[in-house]
């Protein structure tokens, strides 16, 4: 069956589910193509639960964690501040996390070049977060900051990889209707192979 | 100011609950010329708005972690599942006695659970029947494999069911359709499973892969738990209701909140009582007979407190065994990194979630182990849609960030496999659920408040099944990278320590149990009340032990026959 049927068949699905509502086959489709069609939305974010210097902050922070690399986009343009902001904006311990580490990461950048975090060099944010990004570093003067870094790059790395760009950033091949379910041989090739 | 209609209609037969019992009590009853009037406590299942197939995580503003960021703290956010339920349900509270830990999930919408259960169809083996006689502990049923097998046999054929004939005792053979072809990580699963002497084969699943009743073939999507817009799997829903109302015969309320059952003066059903949750009025509906499907908690819950003179410890209650010997199934997890699958030629690998599993292989040697009764292990791996939540192991393992991060995460992607062990937990008497003395619900219904506590010998089990995930995880050349708790990330930990929350697996069961003695058992080998003639159960309620599998294929063949069972009694006068 080809792909174009297979389509067809889709169109006939909301007929295979007799709705005791009388869903008809149009308005099933209908739904089907919502899912598949809708987009992100674009334009400038107004953040709600942070103030413009800490949303400047995070989005400085969010493209640190997760850069771009040629042309593959990052954090960024995937919108994960104000994903995150958004999410703390609803939930009270979220906007406290935020708030509060992203004030220690200024101080914590004060102490160290006079600067706040996002006004410091790149060199100086990098030194920074190469402290903060690991559990080993644990101390009585770093751990608020380990504490929050793990929160911000597990919810950006959330944010990019939920968002269109990180999805094809990843090669996720599948959410789509197949007529025949294959394996590719090469691909169960490779595998056995590898396996020795 | 409740509102009591006492001049209803007489049902042949009311359905409280739309889930796999219900749905397959008023399917088989509407064939065979029976009126039903099925119940449900929630909504109607709309196909054209329920079903959240084929969205992407960007399509909520929330990305599925749920409102609020709730799947940040604790709580499960089911986002795009079509059950519409939870552990947590705004007004419907329920307790857990001090000491016990236990989840309760709750589905409130026309299908109930099967609108988003993993659709894992497993015959109950012979031995499963009769586990009393096999190792003296728990109880054996009243009726046999032989007894169930051709109800088996029509529920795989009318529901659909993939499989293969592979001649395991402990999974018996059944009707099964072409299943899909083993994923990548499945067959080095196997492979590895080889080595160990541990059976690998395609998982039984309630997937149609041909044309079926009307009903589309699987198009491979991997999104079964969010219902189907083909209806390529089972759901009570689509696959019973639906076509069951078609025939005329059958009349379904929503929003319905059974409260009690009211009887007359010979002790026999005469009526349900339930609030109209649109308008929280009070409503009867007179009925013949009446079928309780409403999950086997909610089902003890409304016998419990259909309290009257007559039945004091509540209705079909004379042993005193309602809500006792809850069970739930022992669950384990554990995952592994899997080098040989880096730098895999990326391929669309959704199919229909679990294609493999691992059937229990030792049951011969059941002395050896150290525990009584087996488990099975879903595989899972592959390059799944990615998530909230899909890279924290990754992120925790690999820590840092920026291109190394991203390098990371990126390599590591498809090179994970998981296995999620599902065992037997033998009925105890510290598991049961009863009425608490205080609460009610916002309906005024008193609440259930859980006891439960696991018994060494599901402890042991879930010890066993973690270390045997871990040595697949090394005879594949892999790694162990993450369990349920933190001690497990080595592939050990102590039983407590790796074992499911009472409740999380959602496969409650045994509540009202089956048996030939009114005075240790509820139903008779047919789920009908020895009490109350004219009173059946069809959930998972009447089951007497809660072996491996999962329960949802035995739940539709034990309610078929009782089906099958009232209509006869209903025709010859008797009921």
């Given at each position: 069956?080809?792909?174009?049927?297979?389509?067809?068949?889709?169109?006939?699905?909301?007929?295979?589910?007799?709705?005791?509502?009388?869903?008809?086959?149009?308005?099933?489709?209908?739904?089907?193509?919502?899912?598949?069609?809708?987009?992100?939305?674009?334009?400038?974010?107004?953040?709600?639960?942070?103030?413009?210097?800490?949303?400047?902050?995070?989005?400085?922070?969010?493209?640190?964690?997760?850069?771009?690399?040629?042309?593959?986009?990052?954090?960024?343009?995937?919108?994960?501040?104000?994903?995150?902001?958004?999410?703390?904006?609803?939930?009270?311990?979220?906007?406290?996390?935020?708030?509060?580490?992203?004030?220690?990461?200024?101080?914590?950048?004060?102490?160290?070049?006079?600067?706040?975090?996002?006004?410091?060099?790149?060199?100086?944010?990098?030194?920074?977060?190469?402290?903060?990004?690991?559990?080993?570093?644990?101390?009585?003067?770093?751990g608020p900051g380990i504490g929050f870094f793990d929160w911000a790059r597990r919810m950006t790395v959330d944010a990019f990889y939920t968002s269109k760009i990180g999805i094809e950033d990843l090669d996720y091949r599948g959410n789509t209707a197949m007529a025949r379910y294959e394996v590719p041989v090469e691909a169960i090739q490779y595998a056995l192979k590898k396996s020795g | 100011m409740p509102q009591v209609v006492r001049n209803s209609p007489v049902y042949d037969v009311v359905v409280i609950g739309s889930g796999a019992g219900g749905g397959t009590v008023t399917k088989v009853l509407a064939d065979l010329g029976v009126s039903v009037l099925l119940m449900e406590a929630g909504p109607m299942f709309n196909p054209a708005k329920d079903i959240k197939e084929h969205m992407w995580p960007y399509q909520v503003p929330h990305r599925g972690v749920g409102p609020h960021g709730e799947g940040y703290f604790g709580r499960s956010p089911f986002t795009f599942s079509a059950s519409f339920g939870g552990a947590q349900l705004d007004g419907e509270p329920y307790t857990v006695a001090p000491g016990s830990d236990f989840s309760w999930f709750r589905s409130r919408i026309l299908g109930g659970r099967t609108n988003h259960y993993g659709r894992f169809s497993l015959r109950f083996a012979d031995y499963d029947f009769k586990p009393h006689s096999r190792d003296g502990l728990g109880w054996d049923w009243p009726v046999s494999y032989e007894d169930i097998s051709p109800y088996y046999d029509k529920a795989e054929t009318f529901i659909g069911v993939v499989g293969t004939k592979e001649g395991i005792r402990s999974?018996?053979?059944?009707?099964?359709?072409?299943?899909?072809?083993?994923?990548?990580?499945?067959?080095?699963?196997?492979?590895?499973?080889?080595?160990?002497?541990?059976?690998?084969?395609?998982?039984?699943?309630?997937?149609?892969?041909?044309?079926?009743?009307?009903?589309?073939?699987?198009?491979?999507?991997?999104?079964?738990?969010?219902?189907?817009?083909?209806?390529?799997?089972?759901?009570?829903?689509?696959?019973?209701?639906?076509?069951?109302?078609?025939?005329?015969?059958?009349?379904?309320?929503?929003?319905?909140?059974?409260?009690?059952?009211?009887?007359?003066?010979?002790?026999?059903?005469?009526?349900?009582?339930?609030?109209?949750?649109?308008?929280?009025?009070?409503?009867?509906?007179?009925?013949?007979?009446?079928?309780?499907?409403?999950?086997?908690?909610?089902?003890?819950?409304?016998?419990?407190?259909?309290?009257?003179?007559?039945?004091?410890?509540?209705?079909?209650?004379?042993?005193?065994?309602?809500?006792?010997?809850?069970?739930?199934?022992?669950?384990?997890?554990?995952?592994?990194h899997i080098p040989a699958l880096e730098g895999l030629p990326h391929y669309n690998s959704d199919g229909y979630g679990t294609h493999m599993y691992i059937p229990w292989w030792l049951w011969e040697k059941q002395k050896d182990v150290g525990f009584p009764r087996g488990y099975h292990v879903e595989l899972g791996g592959g390059f799944g849609m990615p998530g909230v939540g899909s890279f924290q192991a990754t992120c925790q393992r690999h820590e840092g960030y920026g291109l190394g991060l991203k390098k990371a995460i990126r390599e590591e992607y498809g090179t994970g496999v998981s296995f999620s062990g599902r065992g037997e937990m033998i009925p105890n008497e510290k598991s049961y659920c009863e009425i608490d003395p205080q609460m009610v619900d916002r309906w005024g219904i008193p609440v259930l408040r859980f006891h439960w506590e696991w018994s060494d010998h599901e402890l042991k089990q879930a010890e066993h099944q973690v270390r045997t995930f871990a040595e697949i995880i090394h005879a594949m050349g892999g790694t162990v990278t993450g369990g349920r708790r933190g001690s497990a990330e080595a592939g050990g930990g102590t039983g407590r320590q790796v074992i499911s929350r009472g409740g999380a697996v959602i496969h409650e069961i045994g509540t009202v149990r089956m048996g030939d003695d009114p005075k240790t058992s509820v139903l008779n080998r047919y789920c009908q009340s020895h009490d109350v003639k004219n009173l059946f159960v069809a959930d998972g309620g009447p089951f007497v032990s809660n072996s491996d599998k999962n329960p949802t294929l035995t739940i539709i063949a034990l309610a078929w026959r009782t089906a099958e069972y009232l209509a006869e009694e209903m025709r010859k006068g008797n009921v």
């Open positions: 069956m080809s792909e174009y049927s297979r389509r067809d068949l889709l169109r006939s699905v909301a007929l295979a589910v007799v709705s005791a509502e009388a869903i008809s086959a149009q308005e099933g489709q209908h739904v089907h193509q919502m899912a598949t069609d809708r987009t992100e939305k674009s334009g400038r974010y107004e953040p709600k639960a942070l103030t413009a210097h800490e949303y400047a902050t995070l989005e400085r922070l969010t493209d640190l964690i997760i850069p771009p690399e040629g042309k593959s986009p990052g954090a960024l343009a995937a919108g994960a501040a104000a994903w995150i902001d958004m999410l703390a904006s609803e939930n009270e311990r979220l906007a406290a996390i935020y708030t509060g580490g992203l004030a220690w990461l200024d101080h914590a950048m004060l102490g160290r070049s006079e600067k706040n975090f996002v006004d410091a060099s790149p060199a100086g944010q990098t030194a920074l977060l190469d402290l903060i990004a690991y559990r080993k570093n644990d101390s009585p003067d770093l | 999974a018996p053979d059944g009707i099964f359709q072409t299943p899909a072809a083993p994923k990548v990580h499945d067959i080095l699963t196997k492979k590895a499973c080889g080595k160990l002497g541990i059976p690998c084969i395609p998982m039984r699943s309630a997937i149609i892969t041909q044309p079926t009743n009307g009903r589309a073939p699987c198009h491979y999507c991997g999104q079964c738990g969010r219902a189907c817009m083909t209806a390529s799997n089972y759901a009570s829903s689509y696959v019973q209701i639906f076509p069951a109302m078609k025939t005329g015969r059958v009349k379904v309320i929503t929003n319905a909140m059974a409260r009690e059952l009211l009887t007359d003066d010979a002790g026999k059903v005469r009526a349900v009582s339930y609030v109209d949750k649109n308008t929280r009025g009070e409503q009867q509906v007179r009925c013949r007979t009446v079928v309780l499907a409403a999950s086997a908690c909610e089902s003890a819950r409304l016998l419990l407190n259909s309290k009257s003179p007559r039945h004091p410890a509540g209705l079909a209650n004379s042993s005193g065994v309602v809500g006792r010997y809850l069970t739930d199934t022992v669950g384990t997890g554990l995952s592994g």
